[in-house]
């Protein structure tokens, strides 16, 4: 019985590593288009997003630390951990590529983050239903935001139309990993902490569905879904990242201002 | 500043502590109090520490922690010796809770307030609907025209998304629902 409470504790830290790492590495993605978007309100609206995206994060991977039990904050696990210790999804980690290979990446993940984050709202586990309650008004509003944006966009003109729908044939790939359960989401599920992954599929569906039709945009025919985020196996981009996103930590650990 | 500490034995009523919070003003909108905002969720005694509970806008909100640091200074200023800021997340904040004297504070500032009950449902029928020309009307807070345009759907601030008149002309603010 000791055993099996020590085994959730630890799958819930992962779990929560996954949310946190998941929504820090894409909040740092849409970040570096600061002070560099097409124009200034899709400017202010990519910081915007970014911010309510590191705010989430520091509300998940505090939980993670607390849940955790070694003293490790919020900012400890974001910066002092390797890339093998990150548990984000694939799709986030992606790099910018244009202005609409952002916003498809981040339509893709807003489509799941939103219904993924209602079903949490009923979790067991209270801590993880209020973060969820408040982390999704403000993914509601990312929503509109990138839903709209991928239809004006995918439904533009021949040049806009062209770009949309090459991120869809690059950021496909990656989409299926949100909605694949390994056992640690199994015990989470199990325990009634988390939905189980699969059963987000069919909102997913739905939603990408019917924006894409919208946006004349198809995915495409291949079925190969890459997946490893979620267990620590990372694509070459996020060791980049981190390089600079934790350089000022490694650099001057402890560092205060 | 020479901060008066309170007596040791005089007790101050909660009614109290509230009417000091109400002098604190939001920093980003600095014509409406933090307890207008409703974010002072609770004021109460733990023996004879204070604790007060308050609750972010939006999770990254980079002014809750100079929130949190106005609201310290004020209550130290008037002699509060033991005090606690508690962080609550349950029920999230909502623009519901913007009092009703402050909305016409913030019209008046050129920020048009919330419309109750038009927040973000992130569903496609919400959005078709709006598409289909039930789309959301935000008064200018200017020259009061219903002629307006959203610019973007985030502004200046988390809590606020960017439109413009067309009758005047000018830019302005809207405090989204949440």
Redesign the interface.
Same mark, same amino acid.
């Given at each position: 019985m000791a055993l099996a409470a020590l085994d959730l504790d630890q799958a819930l830290f992962e779990g929560l590593c996954r949310l946190g790492d998941s929504t820090l590495v894409l909040g740092h993605r849409v970040s570096e288009w600061c002070g560099h978007a097409p124009v200034l309100?899709?400017d202010?609206?990519l910081?915007?997003?970014a911010?309510?995206?590191?705010?989430?994060t520091?509300?998940w991977l505090g939980l993670a630390g607390e849940v955790e039990g070694k003293g490790r904050d919020a900012d400890t696990l974001a910066f002092r951990r390797d890339v093998w210790d990150f548990r984000n999804l694939l799709l986030v980690e992606r790099p910018n590529g244009d202005f609409g290979h952002t916003l498809m990446r981040q339509f893709l993940f807003?489509a799941w983050h939103?219904p993924m984050l209602k079903a949490l709202e009923g979790s067991g586990d209270?801590r993880i239903?209020?973060?969820a309650?408040?982390?999704g008004?403000?993914?509601?509003?990312h929503?509109?935001?990138s839903?709209?944006l991928v239809i004006r966009l995918g439904d533009g003109t021949t040049e806009s139309h062209q770009r949309m729908q090459t991120a869809l044939d690059k950021l496909w790939p990656y989409t299926g990993e949100m909605m694949m359960a390994d056992a640690t989401d199994q015990a989470l599920a199990g325990a009634g902490i988390i939905a189980a992954p699969d059963s987000l599929r069919p909102a997913w569906d739905?939603?990408v569905g019917?924006?894409l039709t919208e946006a004349t945009l198809k995915p495409p025919e291949g079925r190969y879904m890459h997946k490893g985020g979620k267990q620590g196996t990372h694509s070459e981009h996020l060791g980049h990242m981190l390089t600079e996103m934790q350089w000022l930590q490694r650099a001057y650990p402890d560092a205060k201002w | 500043m020479a901060a008066t500490r309170l007596p040791r034995r005089q007790m101050v009523s909660e009614a109290q502590i509230w009417e000091w919070l109400a002098e604190v003003p939001d920093p980003e909108i600095p014509v409406i109090s933090v307890t207008e905002l409703g974010i002072v969720r609770d004021v109460a005694f733990d023996g004879p520490e204070l604790v007060v509970t308050v609750t972010?806008t939006?999770?990254?909100?980079?002014a809750t922690s100079v929130i949190n640091f106005e609201i310290e200074k004020k209550l130290r200023e008037k002699g509060v010796g033991k005090l606690r800021l508690e962080r609550r997340?349950? =029920?999230?904040?909502?623009t519901d809770w913007i009092a009703p004297e402050a909305r016409e504070k913030l019209r008046a500032y050129g920020i048009a307030p919330p419309i109750d009950g038009t927040?973000?449902?992130?569903?496609?029928a919400g959005?078709i609907k709006r598409l289909n020309g039930a789309a959301l009307v935000v008064p200018c807070p200017r020259c009061g025209s219903e002629n307006t345009q959203k610019?973007?759907?985030?502004?200046?601030t =988390?809590c606020k998304a960017?439109y413009q008149c067309r009758d005047c002309l000018e830019p302005f603010d809207y405090f989204?629902c949440?």
């Open positions: 309100e899709e202010i609206a910081a915007n997003v911010l309510d995206l590191i705010g989430q520091q509300m807003d939103q209270a239903a209020e973060i309650a408040k982390a008004k403000e993914v509601a509003y929503l509109e935001r839903a709209d739905a939603l019917e924006v | 972010p939006y999770s990254g909100c980079p997340l349950d =029920p999230p904040w909502t927040r973000a449902e992130g569903v496609v959005r610019v973007s759907q985030f502004g200046s =988390p960017a989204k949440i």
